[in-house]
């Protein structure tokens, strides 16, 4: 899949801003006054910015209320309502900490369930998708949580929370790729399949079908070279959670777990860009990759 | 309306016949000029005459070459639109209601006016049979010429899609594929039709015919088809009898 | 579940349909165009048009583009920069015509043969052939040259008919069709209507083709020969036909001239026919067994023995054919090897035919009478059909190899017979029914005849007192006798070497010859622009029309810009290239469905409007006024013979078929007829044709002939050997000695097969492959590249190789490799294929473009990653030594031999990523193109 920048963007930084607000939500770091206006705000404009970069990958932005119709089916549109719920729903509470010094606890929990199903929602519209062997798997949603969770934790400043979910999380993105490598494979789906060729003999693409490029190609058929995705694996694991791991193991400092931050960002973004640079679509069978 | 309907009235479809495709790419500009005047948006092309030119197409026809043990490699000519599947996972996906599968005949439509060209029924689609327009940025696919099949205007014998009328060798075939008795569904039953990548789920309503087996002519005895063999007697006599009779 | 949309399913698809004819390739399918607010909107097929039935190709619902192209002239051009730099200054229609009648009126009065004018695909050759005529110059001729004359001449030599415009498989019928060669490129949409009936009903489909692309993908059985030798191939199926006695005698005694005796005594008569007092062909009556005229009523001619005279034994025409192709030579074994074929394979094939022909024969309870007056009470078929085009046909053994498919036919008897090949009015036409070609010219007078024919013997080549040919491309010389369709790839090579002598003025209408027109493309490039020492061009003046902005554009120094094809009136015509079926006459017109937009006017009215100032006979009227207004007036109103026109179709009253006055309402009927005009042929006269009375009267009837023709099929070619005999020394007309020996060879009466040119003469270990082009289904010639849509389908040109090759050199995706000839180098991307004849390498055919033309970026693909095979190929065969100029041509027709070519192939330096060589740029005369389009009329 086309890494788009735009792609990586939202789900990291919405990811990011989700999972600080369920921290903020479920009351497990507390911050009033400034504080609160600091780190809700900080939730908030991560979560903004990233669902705004998601607008950005729109063909009709303004179009998008559109999107809260069909939560029904749709993850995609769940997501849009439940961050648009959560950011709601968090609303007052993160008021009440900020301008009066008191949570509301209930709207808390309650914002806080829906960052993390808002988490889950952006990780199941990839998941969902059985035409991406790579992210039509259980391990795709635990990366998005717990990579939401654990950034979450660094900017929550709940360090000892952080280390044990940036190991999780070093877990589930090795899980997600050692099961993502198979995929393909196991998907059942090949040259032979998608032309219904197979029973005859080997089927190769001779010619695709247009000289000139398309959406399809430009969009879904992005290859990635063994090498260079393995060195990026060994950035986004040890820069996005083993990296911020170790820096939280040492003494805590504002430096540190600024660093660890940091890394983090860092990894998750090439984590992101790998997530869809690695993922390959069946379409691509049509097409000789 | 996103969610798939438990069953559409008819399955309408193309049954596309892999055994006569000689790839000539009829189909795709026939069905590029239909659609660029009707149904939606045109079909736009970027850097229409540039170094990269990149334009909008419903339908497509690749090229395969199967290589076998025993017998020489073979070319297909794989024409691929939307296959407006029973499973469509292109509309499940869709956040606005944009992408709907029509109860009445199963066709699968994109209301364009409330598509927000997220892309992601592009991605979700295993064929590739979804395009975004590069300038009008909605997601367009095959209609099944929704606007020729019911239209008024046209004369009946033309209410049919516009590639299933050009194809010059008539490869391609349209008709209601939940009808057991319709020319459609007895060409798949004859002639083995089958469904691309069935594993996927998606219960395709467009079928494809295999080629037929290629390469197979056996070599009868030509002696044993001559009577006198004129090698036997010579070709002067056999020549002299055989002219005698005539 | 909620209400879903309701979208609108019956929307207005335009205001008005107008029915013409496309011109997107030669094909000329009906069409209908669809307009909104007087704007083209939509193309589809006509659904009762006889070519097409409603069915488009790619390329023909394209057309929209090709009208809307960015590359379309918009107003005369005349050159101010050098030649080939596409520098001209926009002037006006008065200033174009005189500067054009000031080239041509001093040429007329002093020297018409300084004109030389050729046409290239246009499809209106009897109207620029009848100009060229009445200008005096003997050098016109249309593109038939460097695309099929061998396949046409070999047919009409052999049966009075070959392929596409002279006659079709049955395809309701036939149950075995063998297709060789490339074949995509000529009557596209009935081939593959044809090919999807016989797959409708499981037919066998045999595809003999090095490339296993298109239509011989979806053959049932694939032949992967090597270039060059079908002809072999076809013997070797001659061979065991005969050899199991499979071949239809009854057939052969009838219509063909497999009885005629040959004279066997030596002198200037041996191996023609012996003939009676009458000039008649004689044959050996079996009951008496002596020769008598052959069509004396009663008797039962003989093919195996002949008649004693004067001690000589004179045996008739398949004798020879038995003893020539019985032999071992042609056995599959032998033969194997040379074409890339089994000869298991072989032998199969074979089989088939036989068994198809003869136990499968189709009775059609059709009662019919002969020329000779016999009644047969049905008419039986042999459903074995063929078809072939270039792919044999562009060879230096291609006539011959056209002639041993013909003869294959004939000889099981499929030929004009139910499930057989059938020939489309008003062919069939025996060489003796057509003219003879015509070179007499003098000042200021019309030629003494028509150009183009069908020499019948030496006396009728084109030969000044010296010995010299008459014409520019050397047509109907020595060097090509039986050229019948000119030699066009020849007059820019020619004319620069001033041989066989200089010209002043080169005219072409409607042909790329600077680029994928020509071989040898950067050569004639520089031909074009090549300078005496005062400066002058070698060839002086070029005059070129042409609609777009082609490649041949920038070589010319005045550009009469033609319009697109929806805005003109033209007539696919009878006289010309006719779209008959098989058992219909029928003709067409377009007309201008929308007017131009801009300074540009058709070409053919163009050329009138030039004749009358000219004042050439038949286009002034006697006060000195232009006989007709414009082409439109032409068509209604000329006549050829008298109540003979252009068009067949509502002549007279509008009731005429064929014969009639003209008809100032002519078009209008046809406008209202979809464009078109269709006349079937009666039942009993559908097959036979060149035998059934009933035929031959309804063709009378219709104007095609004047009185009957029935004729009989010529296995044996008594021209041909009246050309051998003079090669021999027999005669007054002597060819050069240099070509003695060729002529001897290759002018044989019988079908033969001789190697290739290119390939005798070639080292296979130096150039060990064969490389050929193809055009693509959804291009046609350099069209294609200017059209948005269809230059994403073909916007490149790779090299295909095989899986051996591919290995052997290492190739990787994305290398490009270096292709060498004799002659030249190019390089391109190479990709993988393995449906390949081994010792072949291909790729498309005029999709490379040179960079500013046809209104592309300098860019695009079709500059930078395609190249035309054309610059590996020279118009000549590499120098032998006697400086003599050697044509890569066939030696009987002329016909370029473009797929002779042999190549050996490198991999490209590592990096590269353009294509060479480098024909440099032009500047483009029209604005440039806009970058996106979203066309909704």
């Given at each position: 899949m086309h890494p788009a920048p735009s792609l990586i963007l939202f789900t990291t930084l919405s990811g990011l801003g989700f999972g600080l607000l369920a921290w903020l939500g479920f009351g497990l770091k507390a911050p009033t006054g400034f504080a609160a206006i600091v780190f809700f705000g900080l939730g908030y404009a991560l979560a903004g910015i990233g669902l705004l970069a998601a607008a950005f990958h729109l063909g009709h932005p303004e179009r998008a209320l559109l999107a809260f119709t069909q939560w029904r089916s749709s993850w995609l549109s769940r997501e849009a309502v439940l961050s648009a719920a959560t950011l709601a729903v968090m609303a007052p509470h993160a008021a009440a900490s900020a301008f009066w010094g008191t949570p509301l606890p209930v709207l808390g929990w309650l914002g806080g369930l829906l960052a993390l199903a808002t988490i889950l929602a952006t990780a199941m519209i990839y998941a969902q998708i059985r035409a991406v062997p790579r992210w039509h798997h259980w391990s795709t949603p635990p990366v998005f949580l717990l990579a939401a969770l654990a950034g979450g934790a660094l900017l929550a400043a709940k360090l000892t929370a952080a280390l044990w979910l940036m190991l999780a999380l070093s877990l589930a993105m090795v899980a997600h790729w050692v099961a993502g490598d198979r995929r393909f494979a196991g998907s059942g789906s090949d040259a032979g399949t998608a032309t219904g060729l197979g029973k005859i003999g080997k089927v190769r693409l001779l010619e695709p079908p247009h000289s000139g490029r398309n959406y399809l190609l430009r969009e879904m058929v992005h290859v990635v070279g063994r090498k260079h995705a393995h060195k990026l694996r060994l950035i986004a694991l040890g820069l996005g959670a083993l990296g911020p791991a170790f820096l939280l193991m040492l003494p805590a400092s504002y430096l540190t777990a600024l660093l660890a931050l940091v890394l983090h960002m860092t990894g998750m973004l090439a984590q992101r860009w790998l997530f869809f640079a690695e993922a390959e679509h069946v379409v691509g069978l049509y097409y000789g990759r | 309306m996103t969610t798939l309907p438990t069953k559409t009235d008819r399955k309408l479809g193309l049954v596309i016949d892999l055994d006569t495709c000689v790839g000539c790419h009829a189909c795709v500009i026939s069905c590029k000029g239909w659609n660029t005047q009707n149904y939606g948006a045109p079909l736009s092309d970027m850097d229409a005459y540039g170094a990269e030119p990149e334009g909008t197409f419903l339908n497509r026809v690749h090229s395969f070459e199967v290589t076998r043990e025993q017998a020489p490699p073979m070319v297909v000519h794989f024409p691929k639109s939307c296959l407006h599947c029973d499973n469509a996972p292109c509309v499940t996906v869709c956040p606005t209601g944009a992408s709907y599968k029509r109860t009445e005949d199963g066709i699968v439509l994109v209301n364009e006016s409330a598509c927000i060209g997220c892309g992601l029924c592009a991605w979700a689609c295993p064929y590739g049979a979804r395009e975004m327009d590069g300038a009008e940025k909605v997601m367009k696919k095959c209609t099944l010429c929704v606007d020729r099949i019911y239209n008024e205007n046209l004369p009946e014998e033309d209410r049919e899609p516009a590639c299933v009328r050009t194809c010059p060798a008539g490869a391609r075939h349209f008709g209601d594929l939940s009808d057991p008795d319709s020319?459609?569904?007895?060409?798949?039953?004859?002639?083995?039709?089958?469904?691309?990548?069935?594993?996927?789920?998606?219960?395709?309503?467009?079928?494809?015919?295999?080629?037929?087996?290629?390469?197979?002519?056996?070599?009868?005895?030509?002696?044993?088809?001559?009577?006198?063999?004129?090698?036997?007697?010579?070709?002067?006599?056999?020549?002299?009898?055989?002219?005698?009779?005539? | 579940m909620p209400s879903q949309p309701t979208p609108d399913l019956s929307p207005q698809v335009s205001d008005e349909v107008r029915k013409t004819t496309c011109y997107m390739c030669a094909c000329r399918c009906g069409i209908n165009v669809h307009m909104?607010?007087?704007?083209?909107?939509?193309?589809?097929?006509?659904?009762?048009?006889?070519?097409?039935?409603?069915?488009?190709?790619?390329?023909?619902?394209?057309?929209?583009?090709?009208?809307?192209?960015?590359?379309?002239?918009?107003?005369?051009?005349?050159?101010?920069?050098?030649?080939?730099?596409?520098?001209?200054?926009?002037?006006?229609?008065?200033?174009?015509?005189?500067?054009?009648?000031?080239?041509?009126?001093?040429?007329?009065?002093?020297?018409?043969?300084?004109?030389?004018?050729?046409?290239?695909?246009?499809?209106?050759?009897?109207?620029?052939?009848?100009?060229?005529?009445?200008?005096?110059?003997?050098?016109?001729?249309?593109?038939?040259?460097?695309?099929?004359?061998?396949m046409a001449a070999a047919g009409i030599y052999t049966m009075g008919g070959a392929f596409w415009e002279f006659g079709q498989p049955d395809w309701d019928r036939t149950k075995l069709f063998i297709l060789f060669g490339v074949a995509e490129d000529h009557d596209s949409n009935p081939i593959k209507m044809g090919l999807g009936k016989l797959?409708?009903?499981?037919?066998?489909?045999?595809?003999?083709?090095?490339?296993?692309?298109?239509?011989?993908?979806?053959?049932?059985?694939?032949?992967?020969?090597?270039?060059?030798?079908?002809?072999?191939?076809?013997?070797?199926?001659?061979?065991?036909?005969?050899?199991?006695?499979?071949?239809?005698?009854?057939?052969l005694v009838r219509y063909t001239n497999a009885p005629y005796l040959v004279n066997a005594a030596d002198g200037p008569e041996k191996g023609l026919f012996l003939r009676d007092d009458a000039g008649k062909p004689m044959v050996r009556d079996r009951a008496t067994g002596q020769a008598v005229a052959w069509d004396?009523?009663?008797?039962?001619?003989?093919?195996?023995?002949?008649?004693?005279?004067?001690?000589?034994?004179?045996?008739?025409?398949?004798?020879?054919?038995?003893?020539?192709?019985?032999?071992?030579?042609?056995?599959?074994?032998?033969?194997?090897?040379?074409?890339?074929?089994?000869?298991?394979?072989?032998?199969?094939?074979?089989?088939?035919?036989?068994?198809?022909?003869?136990?499968?024969?189709?009775?059609?309870?059709?009662?019919?009478?002969?020329f000779r007056g016999v009644k047969h009470d049905k008419m039986v078929g042999r459903p074995v059909t063929m078809h072939a085009m270039r792919g044999i046909s562009a060879h230096s053994n291609g006539f011959q190899t056209a002639r041993a498919l013909h003869m294959l036919q004939i000889l099981i008897g499929s030929v004009e017979t139910p499930g057989g090949f059938r020939f489309k009015p008003p062919y069939p036409k025996p060489p003796e029914a057509h003219p003879r070609p015509h070179a007499g010219h003098n000042p200021g007078q019309p030629l003494d005849g028509p150009h183009l024919g069908y020499p019948l013997g030496p006396e009728h080549l084109l030969l000044d007192d010296a010995g010299q040919p008459k014409r520019i491309d050397k047509a109907f010389s020595w060097d090509a006798p039986m050229s019948a369709h000119g030699l066009m790839h020849m007059v820019i090579s020619n004319a620069h070497a001033g041989d066989p002598y200089p010209i002043d003025t080169l005219f072409l209408y409607m042909a790329n010859m600077a680029w994928n027109s020509s071989m040898n493309t950067s050569a004639v490039m520089d031909m074009l622009t090549d300078q005496n020492e005062d400066g002058s061009y070698k060839i002086p003046r070029i005059i070129y029309s042409d609609a777009y902005s082609s490649e041949m554009v920038a070589f010319a120094d005045l550009v009469l810009p033609d319009t697109t094809y929806l805005e003109r009136h033209d007539c696919i015509s009878l006289l010309d290239r006719p779209i008959c079926e098989a058992d219909a006459l029928a003709d067409s017109i377009r007309w201008p469905v929308v007017a131009p937009d801009r300074d540009v006017r058709p070409f053919q009215t163009t050329l009138l409007e030039l004749g009358a100032r000219l004042g050439l006979p038949g286009m002034v009227r006697e006060d000195g006024s232009a006989a007709y207004k414009d082409y439109a007036d032409y068509i209604t109103t000329h006549e050829r013979r008298p109540g003979v026109g252009p068009l067949a179709g509502f002549r007279g009253n509008g009731d005429g078929k064929g014969r009639g006055a003209p008809n100032p309402d002519q078009i209008a009927r046809y406008i209202e007829n979809g464009g078109f005009w269709i006349d079937h042929i009666p039942a009993e006269a559908q097959f036979y044709k060149p035998w059934n009375a009933a035929y031959q009267d309804w063709a009378v009837e219709r104007g095609i002939y004047d009185s009957p023709q029935p004729y009989v099929f010529n296995l044996y070619s008594e021209p041909m050997r009246k050309f051998q005999l003079a090669a021999e020394g027999h005669g007054d007309r002597q060819p050069p000695d240099h070509l003695r020996a060729r002529l001897r060879e290759t002018m044989d009466p019988l079908p033969i097969w001789y190697p290739t040119f290119t390939d005798a003469a070639t080292d296979p270990d130096e150039f060990p492959l064969h490389a050929l082009t193809q055009r693509p289904m959804a291009h046609y010639h350099s069209w294609g590249s200017q059209n948005a849509w269809l230059r994403q389908i073909h916007g490149h040109t790779p090299l295909y190789v095989s899986g051996e090759i591919w290995a052997k050199h290492g190739f990787q995706p994305g290398d490009w490799a270096i292709l060498t000839s004799p002659h030249g180098r190019i390089t391109l991307p190479v990709l993988r294929m393995d449906a390949l004849n081994g010792r072949t390498v291909w790729t498309w055919n005029a999709v490379a473009k040179r960079r500013g033309a046809w209104a592309l970026d300098e860019q695009a693909p079709e500059a930078t990653k395609s190249q035309l095979l054309n610059h590996l190929i020279h118009e000549l065969l590499p120098p032998k030594g006697d400086g003599l100029r050697w044509a890569n041509s066939?030696?009987?027709?002329?016909?370029?031999?473009?797929?002779?070519?042999?190549?050996?192939?490198?991999?490209?330096?590592?990096?590269?990523?353009?294509?060479?060589?480098?024909?440099?740029?032009?500047?483009?005369?029209?604005?440039?193109?806009?970058r996106n389009l979203a066309h909704q009329v």
């Open positions: - | 020319d459609v569904s007895q060409l798949v039953a004859a002639r083995e039709g089958f469904d691309l990548m069935p594993e996927q789920g998606t219960q395709p309503v467009n079928k494809y015919l295999p080629p037929r087996a290629r390469d197979s002519l056996d070599m009868p005895d030509l002696a044993s088809l001559c009577d006198p063999a004129p090698e036997a007697t010579g070709f002067l006599g056999w020549l002299d009898r055989a002219l005698e009779k005539l | 909104k607010g007087g704007r083209v909107a939509y193309i589809e097929g006509n659904r009762d048009h006889p070519v097409n039935r409603g069915v488009l190709c790619a390329k023909g619902s394209a057309g929209i583009m090709q009208h809307n192209s960015p590359a379309r002239l918009r107003a005369p051009l005349k050159r101010v920069g050098p030649r080939g730099s596409g520098k001209f200054r926009e002037i006006t229609w008065e200033e174009a015509l005189q500067t054009a009648v000031d080239w041509l009126k001093p040429l007329r009065d002093t020297a018409p043969e300084k004109l030389a004018f050729f046409t290239g695909r246009d499809q209106s050759q009897s109207f620029t052939g009848w100009w060229a005529q009445a200008f005096g110059t003997p050098n016109w001729a249309a593109h038939g040259g460097f695309c099929s004359v061998n797959k409708a009903r499981g037919a066998r489909v045999i595809g003999v083709n090095p490339i296993r692309s298109g239509y011989n993908a979806i053959a049932d059985d694939w032949v992967s020969i090597t270039p060059g030798t079908d002809g072999l191939f076809i013997l070797s199926l001659v061979h065991e036909l005969l050899r199991a006695g499979k071949i239809d005698l009854g057939y004396t009523p009663g008797i039962s001619p003989d093919l195996g023995a002949g008649v004693e005279i004067g001690g000589v034994s004179h045996l008739p025409v398949f004798r020879h054919l038995a003893d020539r192709y019985l032999a071992p030579e042609y056995a599959p074994e032998q033969v194997s090897d040379r074409c890339g074929v089994p000869a298991v394979r072989i032998r199969a094939i074979a089989a088939e035919i036989a068994r198809v022909a003869f136990d499968e024969e189709i009775t059609i309870d059709q009662p019919w009478t002969d066939d030696p009987v027709t002329g016909q370029a031999a473009w797929y002779d070519l042999r190549v050996r192939i490198e991999k490209a330096p590592a990096g590269q990523s353009l294509a060479y060589p480098d024909t440099g740029q032009q500047d483009s005369p029209v604005p440039p193109a806009p």
